[in-house]
């Protein structure tokens, strides 16, 4: 089992920065990709950000391309999102997630990729 314990959400103004972590703990960190999703009230939960389990391939989508920074720290067992030039649409739970020990079969932007959530971590953009 691997435990995932997402920080760093609250509430910011529109084009603000915000950092979130995720710790892990149970299960040795460096052999999961890790993910991160979010989930917009009425919405589905969808893909944010994918960094493998050296940091080597990284992933994101379109709509925070360019203004997320996915990393990880292996040492410390640890996953951070970096988010900048935040939008009110950016508003949403974020999950931190890890993969399955095969890694991302279903590839890296589907959920049924990852085994393991944190409880995730609410993220409020103001306008």
């Known amino acids: 089992q691997v435990q995932l314990v997402e920080s760093g959400g609250g509430l910011v103004q529109a084009g603000g920065s915000m950092r979130l972590s995720c710790a892990a703990s149970?299960?040795?960190?460096?052999?999961?990709?890790m993910g991160w999703f979010r989930q917009a009230p009425g919405k589905e939960r969808e893909f944010v950000s994918h960094i493998s389990r050296s940091g080597g391939v990284i992933n994101y989508s379109d709509s925070v391309k360019g203004r997320f920074t996915i990393s990880r720290d292996n040492a410390k067992n640890t996953v951070y999102l970096q988010m900048n030039s935040l939008k009110p649409e950016d508003t949403a739970v974020y999950y931190c997630?890890?993969?399955?020990?095969?890694?991302?079969?279903?590839?890296?932007?589907?959920?049924?990729?990852?085994?393991?959530w944190g409880q995730g971590t609410q993220v409020t953009v103001s306008s």
């Open positions: 149970g299960r040795t960190f460096s052999n999961y990709d």
């Open positions: 997630a890890a993969s399955r020990v095969d890694g991302p079969r279903f590839g890296v932007y589907s959920t049924f990729s990852y085994a393991y």
